[in-house]
């Protein structure tokens, strides 16, 4: 599961001539989980008036933007401008969603919905009254900081963003798969909620199975904290395979990534909801994305004439990727001298070709496979959003390869997991996710070069801030549970259902070969090795057009001289 934006950052006060959709919330209403309430934009004769849009660096609570009838109307909700404008699918967008998903750098500032923007994180915003162009000030940068370890400020930051949520429903549950990123925040919850108060911490598990080594960790976490953790096991069977009812997911802002996994999201959602009345809940999604150092690493080592430790942390790389490590320090030794600008002009030419894939290589943008199921259409849209990126100046210039990419995934993740979040309200829960609060991820990004840990290493940041308060088995851990095998399972238990959902829309528009995907999922239910990551991309994205085609959106009304509350 994916996680919620910081808490407190709701949509404020809109006052004056404002418009609202008449049915105003998407998902839950009664809580205000994701308002869509916007804001227009009014002057007074001759006088240059405008809206502050203050936006969050980790993209946790974006905020879009559409110019209406000659101003700016800005909102919590791309579908909900979209209904305004009556805005079409963005199909470039989607292409790049689809074959590119491992290069979040072509959609900074994008949406799905076409003339709809995302405001840049991280940034106070001016929108002018009279329509003009916004001013935009970067005032969020991640660059180093020494004066405190990066551990100590990692706990203390993490301990707060928990404790915030503890403190607005102390009745809260939490995700303890037996990792190191959910079992952490279970425990700093267990420490943080009052005495007396229980902390309901789930464990997912393979039905008839428990005693796996997940479990085993997880409830050594709950002995190290007797009378503070309700340790609660639910059971994972057949209904909850991937893929299975995708087709019933409900419209959000973008494709969500549960989608795939939808069966075990609202199932274990559902059975939240009915065994112990959760209405918050907490996920350790977004470590992973924040707490591994990208293989680019190596070029920022070599940049700063750190050379040996280049080679030591190449060869260590290499051995667990059993690769040779020559390759990878001859790309480490070329990127170091490549800027990302120059790389994006460079990914221009390099998109939709078939090539291996490059994940674990040292490049600005690594690539995944280019599918032979993709459309005729598909490669133009992919070098039309390259062209666009690379002709957009970096807000950020200047910082090391690994924290800017770092910005870009983390970015990417906190902002698909709002879509996430929405699934999630659709059926009462809260979604909160605090390794993507924005204080975590500056945190994080702000560690010195010669204190980032290096690439083969498993979270050591994080198993050093915990050092203490979870056992050393689990802080030592480098492994964790996979359930690779029931996405195999999924696709062959699911299929019909697939083959009539690979006919829609993306292969009306182009952007798939019908015929193909149709083989190639065939081969992969009959287990032949392949990345299932842009097949995934492209199952979802077409549940979500379907979605989107069966949910009509919010209905606007013009409220003159009136304050709409949120």
């Not at 005693?211 to 069977?237: E, V």
């Not at 359930?483 to 829609?504: C, I, Q, S």
């Not at 009306?508 to 097949?535: F, N, Q, Y």
Request: proline share 8%; charged share 20%; with cysteine.
């Amino acid at each position: 599961m994916r996680g919620r934006p910081t808490a407190g950052s709701h949509p404020r006060t809109v006052r004056s001539q404002g418009l609202r959709p008449a049915t105003p919330s998407l998902g839950n209403a009664a809580r205000g989980r994701h308002l869509a309430v916007a804001r227009r934009l009014h002057g007074h004769r001759g006088i240059r008036r405008g809206r502050h849009v203050h936006t969050d660096p980790a993209s946790a609570r974006p905020v879009y933007l559409v110019r209406h009838e000659g101003e700016w109307v800005w909102c919590s909700s791309a579908r909900a401008l979209a209904s305004l404008t009556r805005a079409a699918v963005d199909v470039e967008r989607l292409a790049c969603s689809i074959f590119l998903p491992s290069v979040p750098a072509l959609s900074s500032g994008r949406t799905f919905f076409a003339g709809i923007e995302q405001l840049p994180p991280g940034s106070p915003i001016v929108l002018p009254s009279d329509g003009g162009v916004p001013r935009t000030t970067t005032v969020w940068r991640p660059d180093p900081d020494t004066y405190r370890t990066p551990a100590e400020r990692l706990r203390t930051a993490l301990f707060q963003a928990v404790s915030a949520r503890v403190g607005s429903d102390p009745a809260l549950s939490c995700d303890m798969s037996g990792g190191l990123d959910s079992t952490s925040l279970a425990a700093l919850a267990a420490i943080a909620l009052p005495d007396g108060v229980r902390l309901n911490a789930v464990t997912v598990h393979p039905e008839r199975n428990t005693s796996g080594a997940d479990l085993r960790h997880a409830r050594r976490a709950t002995d190290a904290y007797p009378g503070r953790i309700n340790h609660r096991l639910l059971a994972m069977s057949a209904k909850h395979l991937p893929y299975t009812a995708i087709s019933a997911v409900t419209a959000t802002d973008e494709p969500a990534p549960s989608i795939i996994t939808r069966a075990r999201l609202i199932g274990q959602i559902t059975w939240m909801r009915e065994e112990f009345g959760t209405r918050t809940h907490l996920t350790g999604d977004g470590g992973d994305s924040l707490l591994f150092q990208p293989p680019v690493h190596l070029a920022d080592l070599i940049r700063h004439g750190l050379a040996r430790r280049a080679v030591s942390e190449g060869f260590g790389w290499a051995r667990l990727r059993r690769v040779s490590p020559v390759p990878l320090l001859r790309d480490a030794v070329l990127v170091s001298r490549t800027s990302r600008a120059h790389a994006l002009i460079a990914l221009i030419d390099s998109v939709g070709r078939a090539r291996h894939g490059e994940h674990g290589s040292v490049r600005w943008f690594p690539l995944l496979p280019f599918p032979p199921w993709a459309g005729a259409g598909a490669r133009e849209l992919l070098r039309a959003g390259a062209c666009r990126a690379a002709s957009v100046p970096d807000r950020l210039p200047g910082l090391d390869a690994s924290v800017r990419t770092l910005v870009d995934e983390v970015r990417e993740v906190a902002r698909t997991a709002v879509a996430d979040a929405e699934l999630a309200a659709a059926s009462g829960i809260d979604l909160n996710n605090p390794f993507l609060d924005p204080m975590v991820v500056d945190t994080v990004l702000r560690t010195p070069i010669d204190l980032r840990p290096p690439i083969h290493a498993y979270k050591p940041l994080l198993s050093v801030a915990m050092a203490g308060l979870l056992p050393r088995a689990i802080t030592d851990r480098r492994t964790k549970g996979s359930f690779d095998a029931d996405h195999y399972a999924g696709l062959r238990a699911n299929m019909p259902d697939l083959l009539e959902l690979v006919h829609g829309r993306l292969a009306e528009t182009g952007l798939i070969d019908a015929s193909r995907l149709v083989r190639s999922l065939g081969h992969a239910a009959a287990g032949i090795p392949m990345s299932l990551a842009t097949l995934e991309q492209a199952l979802a994205t077409e549940a979500w057009l379907a979605a989107r085609g069966q949910t009509a959106g919010p209905t606007w009304i013009t409220s003159p001289k009136e304050t709409v509350r949120g």
